[in-house]
């Protein structure tokens, strides 16, 4: 049985930083991709960073502030978010791709605000 589990989230003021945690569990899960997507109210949700074997990717938006990252040891991967904009505001979910199967995690609010 395959799990995703967040951690971290919270709210931070304009200009702040937060990190995600993404602890994956589940016998011999290597998945082909590992990454994170946000989803802010009334708007579809939207990929913001991934790895895919050591490609990474980050969506314009937040590009030179967020950075992804992974522990391979621990199965963890995260997601440092800095200098947080209103615009981060939304439901961030972590994401494994394994083959044909998707997995998610729980997800964890965002909000920044002053």
């Known amino acids: 049985q395959v799990q995703l589990v967040e951690s971290g989230g919270g709210l931070a003021q304009p200009g702040g930083s937060l990190r995600l945690s993404c602890v994956m569990s589940?016998?011999?899960?290597?998945?082909?991709?590992v990454g994170w997507y946000r989803q802010a109210p009334g708007k579809e949700r939207e990929l913001v960073a991934r790895?895919?074997?050591?490609?990474?990717m980050y969506s314009d938006s937040v590009k030179r502030r967020f950075i992804i990252s992974r522990d391979i040891a621990r199965r963890t991967f995260y997601l440092q978010m800095n200098n947080l904009q209103p615009d981060d505001t939304g439901v961030y979910s972590c994401n494994a791709l394994d083959g044909p199967s998707d997995f998610w995690g729980q997800g964890a609010q965002v909000t920044v605000s002053s």
């Open positions: 790895y895919a074997g050591v490609k990474i």
């Open positions: 589940g016998t011999a899960f290597s998945p082909d991709a």
